[in-house]
Structures are given as structure tokens and as C-alpha cells.
């Protein structure tokens, strides 16, 4: 039989939402026990009166922790009646009522049910819920009927909530099946910000979501209204009252909670903002410009009661509009502070606001005029301007653009889709960044715009270059290639498991890191595709992700035996070329172990930016500086004699170096170093030989014919183009400086054939 005992109201859920908000389990317990309570977790928290007894608490498991999260939230929503605690039972099954299922969270209001499955891990794990969900599908009915015998004429919902486990896509596509709603952290983590800000009036948001187009009972619905044309649009102007709109407005914004809804583009509600208005409202304020909403009529048009009133000339009429009574059908394309500024407060139903109304707008004309209303308001954010293109460019007749919003699409679908190893980890629209969230939605679009899975298109969109995964419309396309990349990253994140998880510290998780793998998979793909070896196009993904696994798995072993200088080597690229560089070398840790994987560029790469040079280089350079300061002292000492370092010598080099040699000198002596003292020209660098060898009469008299390198003999621009060697090893040897700078290929050549043309002068 179902305990309906446990289902609490009023005063009763008061007190259950108090001991839910308590993170801890607490007991009276005697004193005599506390070495054995605290050996099973418990710990003192005050005496009683009674001296035999304690007060002890021990912290709720995390389990339970979640339950009493997902409990709070539809409390702080306003549902009426709760389960008291998790002893809550429901009878399934109408033959035999003493079969019975624990029921996590049951919540009801005057018109909904919910009945909440919850299922919590310790740290983010994958999750697979056949039997489970298997079961709850089974017993649906029979917990619906039941619920309805206690709640009648209510609309019974089932939810799946998760904490910390990645969805099969086989378990979502079942739930979907089913009708089973499914809320993980995200959504959760969204409603929660919501409550926050809106308080109960979250609750229409909410039930929005999980009632779109079902019909708000006993909703007064007309209203007087004005019928106008503008922009092309049919439009009409009325006054509503706050609370109405309120129950079928809704207001949509980008984040990982609502993923699957259009249009995306509202700005996530401030609080501040929101108290701001809400103190305005209390002090008399008013907003005399109108909100502007698009109302979804389902494609069945509007009813507009014209007046027999009119005014002769006028392209207005007026009338009595009949709104949806829908949830889910208004939504608040501008305005969304000032309407939510009316919850909670006694203007909700006394102030009526002005409103204008446009009917069915496009997904792109409601994006457009968002845009256009705040081009000149508070700037839209780089990540959720990239989360529109998605919506924006869809349809676009650029088919360039179209490709745009769809590398757009599946940057989204990383960080959202409930499946993805990326789950979490990815700042969609107005997400906060913080260690585990630090990919941007950016980063993953750009790998994706630099790798040849889409087509690009020239002009009059006639192809350019097929890509490999395109089938021509972007959601087929789409369809195709997103499971196809979450199974490559899945792989990746299974079997190196550490690493990812070590978000902004380690070398995956990380814009680089995943901007390296997915242009990593990008070369394979093509290199395979060379050797006829797949077809993308035509073969199913686990063919593919076969083919692709053989050439990944060098990577994944160098990832799980990587150390800590190689992770600090790899990060320690920085500037615009640091995502080449993760690429360039996850590339070159394949091709040691696939000989036949080679893709272009790699060699060049290989040949300039893997250190290779590096010994020699330094070798090279010290010697070089050291016979050209040989020569150069040995001719100025013959030019000008006993005082060569004053006259031959820039004033400027002079009193640096005599500075910098001074101060050592006097380090040395007042230390008591046995060190023979250094001169002034003992100190001079290598960048200052050139503006040495350049002085006065110099160059003309003196170096001219011992510094011009033979092959430079016959170039232009004098002086300044023959001792430009000179400055380009001065900049190579502060380069080589940097631990992660790689002495190119045609510099290294350049240095080794100073170094031997020197070394020749100087015998």
C-alpha cells in the first residue's frame, strides 16, 4: 500500500525542508557510546541537560545529499506536497497493492505530479541504466493511476536525475522513448541559479519545459489589444498584467540545460539586476517602454475579436486578442528583467505592463531582433555569440555560413549532450569558467574549422573540397559525424582516464589539448580515406572508430607515461602558434609508431620545432661570439692603440659595459672571491659588436672587409645589410634562452656556416 502519511503540506514541509537543508544526520545519543559512534563516522556536537546523553551528527552520504538537493529545488519552486523523507513508497501495480516501489522525490502542485528517480556517484563517472530504467518504465502506469487517486486531474510526470555520470545514448534514446524526462547536473545546477533569482515563479520555467503546449486551466485569456504592421510583421500592442504573462511567458537561455530549445539567446537573469527592479517596482517605479514577446500559436494563427470601432484611415484596428492558454508559448524576446521584477511583489497582479506581441516569428527574426535591440546595450558575449551562429546561420542561403552553424552545433553538442566525455567541461553561452570548465566553445569550433570534415564552398556555393563526413545538409550531416567524434573522444577519455581528469592542469581537457586531438583525428581520417582503408561517408561509426583506434593508440600510451616535464614542456607553449605545436607533436608521437602516417607538414615541422638543433646551435654561437670579439678587439687595439676601448667604442656600449663590469668586480672583492677582475670589454654582447663594428669611421676603415660575409660581398644597403647576421644570433641566442624554443632548420644553416667561415678567418 502506498504511505501516503509521508507526503507532507504547510507547516509539515516546512519542517522537512529544514532537516533536507541540513547537510548532516544528527541523534541523541548516551555519552558512553561516542568511541564507537566516532569510529562509525559520527561527531560530538553539544551536551544535554540530561548528562548520559550527547548530541551527534555524522554527514549524509552523497546519495542522499543529492536526493534532498533535487527535493529543495522543486520545494523553493513552490510544489505543495512532498515526500517527508526517503521512506515514501507507491503502490505500482492495482492487482496486488502491497507491491510497492521507494519513490526518491514525489512533488505535486494543482496541476502537475512528479516522480523523481535520483541516482548519484562520488566523482563523474559513466553510468549505464538499462535495468533500472527498464523497471521504472514498467511501472509507470501503475505508479500514474495511484498518484492520480491521491492527485486527481493532474499531469503526472517522471524524471531521471544524475549527479556525476555521463548518459549511454542507448539510455537516453529509452527515456525519450518512454517519456521519461531526463535532468543532469546541468539542468539541475539551472534551476537552482533560477530559484535563486525568480523564486517560485522558476516554477513556470520549469513547468514550461516539461508542459510546452499542454493548457493552463481556468487562464483568463483576453485581452484588449491593437493590431499594427511593422517591418512586415504583423504585430499587436497590449497591457497585461504581470502574473498572466508570467504563466506562459518563457524565457530561454543558453546554457547546457536547454540545449534542445530555440530560440537560445536570452542573457541568463542577474540577480542584482533583478533586485534592482524588484526595490524600483516596491518604490512606485514604472517601465513605460514595452516588452516584447513572439507568441507560438502551434501554426493554428491567432484569434483577433475585431471592434466595431475604428478610426477611418488608420491601418490599426482594434480589438480583443485571445492569448494561448498554453504554457510555453510566449517568449520574452526583450524585457525579461522587467517582467521578472514583478515576481513576488503586490504589483504582480495590481500593474498591468505594456507589451508588444509578434505571432510565430521565425527562430531567425527573433534571434535578429534581439541582436538589434542590444547592439547598443550591454555587449553579447564571444561564447554565446558563437552558441548563436548555431541558430542564426542555419538556413543561411551562404553555404559557407550553413557549415559555420554547424561546426557551431557540434562544439555545443560536446559540452551539452549528456552522452559526451566532454560533459561539463565545456563554457557553453553564459557558463562560468572555472579548473574542470575550461574548454571554450571557441577553441573546439576553430579545430573544427581547420580540419576537413565539412565542405567549403566557393563562390555561388559550388564546392570547393568535399568533406570527408559531409552528406550534403547540415542536422544529416550532423546526425552522422557527432556520434562519430564522441565515440573517438570516449575512447580517449577511457583509456586515459588520469589525465582527463586533471582538467586545467593537465594536457587534454584543455583548449589546446582537444583542439590537438580532434585535428589529430582529422589526419587520420584522411589519412585513412588515402588508403581506401574507410569510406566516412557510407560506413557505420563503429567501422570507423576501429580504424581510427589503431592510429590513437600511440598517443593514449605516450599520454598515460607522460611526465611532468613533457606535460610542463607542451604547456609551456604559449602565443597564437601554441595550438599548432600540440597538434604538430601529438602528430609526430603517432608517426614514430605508425611509420605509413606522415601527414603534411609534419616533416617541416619536425625539421624546426623539435629542438634538434638546439646543442648545436649553442655551441656554435658561443665560439662565434667569442672569435668575433677576438677580431674585433684585436683590430681596434691596431687602429687606435693603447686606449682602443674608449675611442673605438660607442659611449653608450662603454658605460653600460664599464657599469656591468664594475659591479661584478665589486661583488668578487668584497666577497673575497679569488677571481681575476673582468674588463669592460669582457661584458660587451653580441647585439653590441654590431653597433661597434658600425661607429663612426669604423665600418669604412677597419671592419668592412673582415666582417662581410663572402657570399654578402656584392649585396646593397651597405653597412646595415652586411652585419645583419650579427643581430639575427644575437635574437637567437636570447631565444635559445626559452626552454621551449626550437632553433629552426635554415637558422641552424645559418649559424653553421658563420661558425665555419669564422672558424676558417681565424686560422
Known amino acids: 500500500m502506498t504511505n501516503w502519511e509521508k507526503i507532507v503540506s504547510g507547516k509539515d514541509l516546512v519542517k522537512a525542508k529544514n532537516l533536507r537543508k541540513n547537510q548532516y544526520v544528527e541523534a541523541r545519543e548516551r555519552r558512553v557510546a561516542l568511541s564507537e559512534l566516532e569510529e562509525e563516522g559520527w561527531e560530538y556536537v553539544k551536551d544535554y541537560a540530561d548528562p548520559k546523553f550527547i548530541k551527534v551528527r555524522k554527514e549524509k552520504p552523497y546519495d542522499e545529499r543529492f536526493e534532498d538537493k533535487v527535493w529543495l529545488l522543486f520545494a523553493q519552486m513552490g510544489f505543495t506536497h512532498l515526500n517527508k523523507d526517503r521512506n515514501f513508497k507507491m503502490s505500482y501495480d492495482y492487482h496486488n497493492p502491497d507491491f510497492t516501489q521507494q519513490i526518491d522525490v514525489f512533488a505535486a502542485d494543482d496541476e502537475t505530479v512528479l516522480i523523481v528517480e535520483c541516482k548519484s556517484a562520488e566523482t563523474m563517472k559513466d553510468g549505464v541504466f538499462k535495468k533500472p530504467l527498464e523497471s521504472l518504465h514498467g511501472q509507470m502506469d501503475g505508479l500514474r493511476k495511484e498518484a492520480l487517486k491521491q492527485f486527481p486531474k493532474r499531469k503526472v510526470k517522471f524524471i531521471w536525475a544524475t549527479n556525476n555520470y555521463i548518459m549511454s545514448r542507448a539510455d537516453l534514446k529509452k527515456m525519450e522513448e518512454w517519456g521519461i524526462i531526463y535532468f543532469s547536473d546541468s539542468v539541475i545546477q539551472y534551476y537552482s541559479e533560477l530559484v535563486k533569482h525568480l523564486g517560485t515563479c522558476a516554477r513556470y520555467q520549469l513547468l514550461g519545459n516539461l508542459l510546452a503546449n499542454t493548457e493552463i486551466k481556468n487562464m483568463q485569456n483576453e485581452i484588449p489589444a491593437i493590431r499594427g504592421t511593422m517591418g512586415g510583421f504583423e504585430y499587436y500592442e497590449f497591457s497585461i498584467e504581470p502574473e498572466k504573462l508570467l504563466k506562459i511567458g518563457y524565457v530561454l537561455h543558453r546554457s547546457e540545460a536547454n540545449k534542445n530549445m530555440m530560440p537560445t539567446y536570452q542573457r541568463i537573469i542577474k540577480k542584482k539586476r533583478l533586485k534592482e527592479v524588484q526595490t524600483f517596482i516596491n518604490g512606485g517605479g514604472y517601465f513605460p517602454n514595452s516588452l516584447i514577446i513572439s507568441i507560438d500559436t502551434n501554426g493554428k494563427g491567432i484569434q483577433f475579436d475585431l471592434s466595431p470601432t475604428k478610426v477611418e484611415g488608420s491601418l490599426s484596428r482594434l480589438g480583443v486578442l485571445h492569448l494561448p492558454k498554453r504554457y510555453h508559448s510566449a517568449y520574452i524576446i526583450d524585457g525579461q528583467h522587467r517582467l521578472y521584477g514583478y515576481s513576488d511583489t503586490v504589483f504582480a497582479s495590481k500593474n498591468t505592463i505594456p507589451v508588444v506581441a509578434f505571432i510565430d516569428l521565425e527562430r531567425k527574426e527573433q534571434l535578429k531582433l534581439f541582436m538589434d535591440i542590444n547592439e547598443n546595450q550591454k555587449a553579447v558575449s564571444k561564447t554565446l555569440r558563437v552558441t548563436l551562429n548555431s541558430d542564426m546561420l542555419w538556413d543561411s542561403d551562404d553555404y559557407n555560413a550553413r557549415r ?256 656591468e663590469a664594475d659591479e661584478k668586480n665589486y661583488e668578487y672583492v668584497s666577497q673575497d672571491e679569488d677571481i681575476e677582475l673582468i674588463s669592460e670589454w669582457d661584458c660587451i654582447t653580441l647585439a653590441e659588436c654590431r653597433e661597434i663594428v658600425t661607429y663612426s669611421h669604423n665600418w669604412s676603415e677597419i671592419f668592412e672587409n673582415i666582417i662581410t660575409r663572402p657570399e654578402e660581398k656584392k649585396i646593397t644597403g651597405g653597412k646595415d645589410a652586411k652585419t645583419a647576421w650579427i643581430t639575427t644570433l644575437s635574437k637567437e641566442s636570447n631565444k635559445l634562452m626559452k626552454p621551449t624554443y626550437s632553433v629552426p632548420k635554415a637558422v641552424f644553416e645559418l649559424i653553421s656556416s658563420i661558425y665555419q667561415w669564422l672558424g676558417k678567418v681565424d686560422k
Open 404 to 659: 559555420e552553424a554547424l561546426r557551431s552545433k557540434i562544439a555545443q553538442m560536446c559540452g551539452e549532450e549528456a552522452s559526451s566525455p566532454l560533459l561539463g567541461r565545456v563554457v557553453i553561452g553564459e557558463d562560468e569558467k572555472n579548473p574542470t570548465k575550461c574548454i571554450t566553445i571557441e577553441a573546439i569550433q576553430a579545430a573544427l574549422k581547420k580540419s576537413d570534415f565539412f565542405t567549403i564552398f566557393g563562390k555561388n556555393n559550388t564546392i570547393q573540397s568535399n568533406g570527408t563526413f559531409d552528406l550534403g545538409d547540415n542536422q544529416t550531416t550532423c546526425d552522422h559525424f557527432y556520434p562519430f567524434l564522441e565515440s573517438c573522444l570516449k575512447m580517449i577519455k577511457a583509456r586515459c582516464s588520469s589525465e582527463w581528469a586533471l582538467g586545467e592542469t593537465g594536457i587534454l581537457t584543455i583548449n589546446r589539448g582537444i583542439q590537438g586531438v580532434i585535428r589529430l583525428i582529422n589526419d587520420i581520417v584522411n589519412h585513412l580515406v588515402d588508403q581506401k582503408k574507410i569510406k566516412p561517408q557510407q560506413d557505420n561509426i563503429d567501422t570507423l572508430v576501429d580504424e581510427v583506434e589503431y592510429y590513437l593508440e600511440p598517443l593514449m600510451l605516450y599520454i598515460n607515461n607522460i611526465q611532468e616535464e613533457q606535460r610542463k614542456e607542451l604547456k609551456g607553449f604559449l602565443g597564437g602558434g601554441a595550438d599548432n605545436k600540440f597538434w604538430r607533436n601529438f602528430q609526430k608521437i603517432v608517426s614514430e609508431e605508425r611509420k605509413d602516417f606522415s601527414p603534411p607538414g609534419l616533416a617541416d615541422f619536425v625539421e624546426n620545432e623539435t629542438k634538434q638543433y638546439n646543442t648545436e646551435s649553442r655551441e656554435y654561437l658561443v665560439t662565434i661570439e667569442s672569435i668575433l670579439k677576438e677580431k674585433i678587439a684585436s683590430a681596434l687595439s691596431e687602429y687606435y692603440g693603447e686606449n682602443w676601448v674608449i675611442k673605438g667604442i660607442p659611449k653608450s656600449v662603454y658605460k653600460r659595459a664599464k657599469s
